[in-house]
Nanobody, 125 residues
Framework: QVQLVESGGGLVQAGGSLRLSCAASGLTFSRYVIGWFRQAPGKEREFVAAITRSGGTKYYADSVKGRFTISRDNAKNTVTLQMNSLKPEDTAVYYC??????????????????WGQGTQVTVSS
């Protein structure tokens, strides 16, 4: 059974940083593209970042480019999302997702099969 568990969320002031982690089990981790998504109250879930199986290619939403960094450690079955210069509009529940994509970087919610339970990130102004 595939499990994705996010951690590292919390409350931070604007301009601060947080580091989210996603720990995966029940899958051959290196065969999966990993994405981060977020969902604010009353809004649809949106793409944040994704990383290819090897970690060689990364893609970011324009809203987080230059502030967030996604990385992975296939030996530890983990993906991290380093979030710097946080803004109040970054407040959301953050989810990691896994998809066994043979090529490309999926960026849509429907393209990902496996999801974590989410971790809350709150940025105060």
């Amino acid at each position: 059974q595939v499990q994705l568990v996010e951690s590292g969320g919390g409350l931070v002031q604007a301009g601060g940083s947080l580091r989210l982690s996603c720990a995966a089990s029940g899958l051959t981790f290196s065969r999966y593209v990993i994405g981060w998504f977020r969902q604010a109250p009353g809004k649809e879930r949106e793409f944040v970042a994704a990383i290819t199986r090897s970690g060689g290619t990364k893609y970011y939403a324009d809203s987080v480019k230059g502030r967030f960094t996604i990385s992975r450690d296939n030996a530890k079955n983990t993906v991290t999302l380093q979030m710097n210069s946080l803004k109040p509009e970054d407040t959301a529940v953050y989810y990691c997702a896994a998809e066994r994509a043979d090529y490309g970087l999926p960026k849509e919610v429907y393209e990902y099969e496996h999801w974590g339970q989410g971790t809350q990130v709150t940025v105060s102004s």
